[in-house]
């Protein structure tokens, strides 16, 4: 049997369950707000929890899933309110999936279009959505080993290079440099998995540790700013190749809406 969605072609899960992290989005909205939240719903905007604030529900379903309601700020807010999974039309099941499959350890990773081949979704769509993972890992200060090979590998190639490391008479390798270089280019935060993932249940997939320590780097990263608005006239051609030039920087510039 085959479902189709309006953000991709024939969804072509079923022939790949393995590859599955999460059958359904209301698991993947639970699994995010677990970690998101580990002590219940927190408001973005005021940091309101507890008592002062409460899951809007009922029958009629005219409001979108997972919604919550401030009383102190009145305002409404879901587990993607400022993170980068914020006004993303791709559900989250598939956000989880592509981000699960892109930490991947194995020796070659997944490429783009093998990932639009598990997870049904268009071949541009998975490209954004890498871009904005790899725009947030670039945020990443700690540890790279912490994460999947091709992310790890990413994240090297963005840092300073460590010295070369000279041996010493007595055939052991001389450290005393690597230290210099290390203090002048200190490590941030490592992230840790508490289990959070893993402790779901029917949740045998391998590698799901590193992929929770992704998922809070991902979570914890802000929503990119939009893109400046470019005005009509004469001298807005020049801030329009200004702004081209930005985008390009970066590998993955094919812009942030997915
Ligand atoms: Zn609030």
Request: net charge positive.
């Amino acid at each position: 049997m085959t479902k189709r969605a309006c953000y991709g072609r024939a969804v072509a899960s079923e022939l790949v369950p393995n590859l599955m992290l999460f059958r359904d989005d209301a698991a993947a909205r639970a699994a995010l707000e677990a970690l998101r939240w580990p002590g219940g719903p927190r408001c973005p905007r005021c940091s309101a929890h507890r008592a002062e604030v409460f899951r809007i529900g009922g029958e009629k379903h005219s409001h979108r899933e997972g919604l919550y309601q401030c009383k102190p700020c009145r305002r409404q807010f879901t587990v993607t309110v400022g993170t980068m999974f914020e006004r993303s039309k791709v559900p989250l099941s598939a956000w989880l999936q592509i981000i699960h499959l892109e930490n991947t350890k194995r020796f070659v990773p997944m490429t783009p279009w093998e990932m639009a081949q598990a997870s049904g979704l268009e071949y541009k769509t998975v490209q954004k959505m890498r871009a904005r993972i790899y725009a947030a890992v670039d945020t990443y200060d700690g540890p790279n080993t912490i994460f999947g090979r091709a992310i790890t590998a990413y994240i090297s190639t963005r840092r300073p290079k460590p010295p070369k490391l000279a041996k010493r008479r007595d055939g052991k390798v001389n450290l005393r440099r690597w230290y210099e270089w290390r203090g002048k280019h200190p490590l941030g935060e490592a992230i840790a998995a508490e289990g959070t993932l893993a402790g779901l249940d029917d949740m045998q997939v391998q590698n799901i540790e590193s992929t929770e320590k992704l998922v809070r780097l991902l979570l914890r990263t802000p929503k990119p700013a939009p893109a400046p608005t470019v005005r009509k006239g004469g001298e807005a051609r020049a801030s329009r190749k200004r702004i081209a030039s930005a985008a390009n920087t970066s590998p993955f510039s094919k812009g942030w809406r997915c």
